[in-house]
């Protein structure tokens, strides 16, 4: 059974940071590309980042382009989103996840905060 399980989430003020993590299993975690989706009250679905398989190649929604880091641990099969200099626009509930045309097979997600 897949399972994505996300944590790191938080209150924090604008301009704060957080680490997300996201512990995968039941899947070859390795030869897959991951992503991190996010998801705000009442909005739909949005990409934040890629990362491949290798962790050698990353992309980023210019949304968060230049505040947000993802990376992998294939050894440990673990996930992470550093997220730096936070906006109040960051708010929302963030998803590891399969990086698959619906993001799915993802965690039950962790909640950013970002208010002062």
């Known amino acids: 059974e897949v399972q994505l399980v996300e944590s790191g989430g938080g209150l924090v003020q604008p301009g704060g940071s957080l680490r997300l993590s996201c512990k995968c299993s039941g899947f070859t975690f390795s030869v897959h590309t991951m992503a991190w989706v996010r998801q705000a009250p009442g909005k739909a679905l949005e990409w934040v980042s890629t990362i491949n398989s290798s962790g050698t190649s990353t992309t980023y929604a210019d949304s968060v382009k230049g505040r947000v880091t993802i990376s992998r641990d294939n050894a440990k099969n673990m996930l992470y989103l550093q997220l730096n200099n936070l906006k109040t626009e960051d708010t929302a509930m963030y998803y590891c996840?399969?990086?698959?045309?619906?993001?799915?097979?993802r965690g039950q997600g962790t909640q950013v905060t970002v208010s002062s």
């Open positions: 996840a399969l990086a698959t045309s619906t993001y799915a097979p």
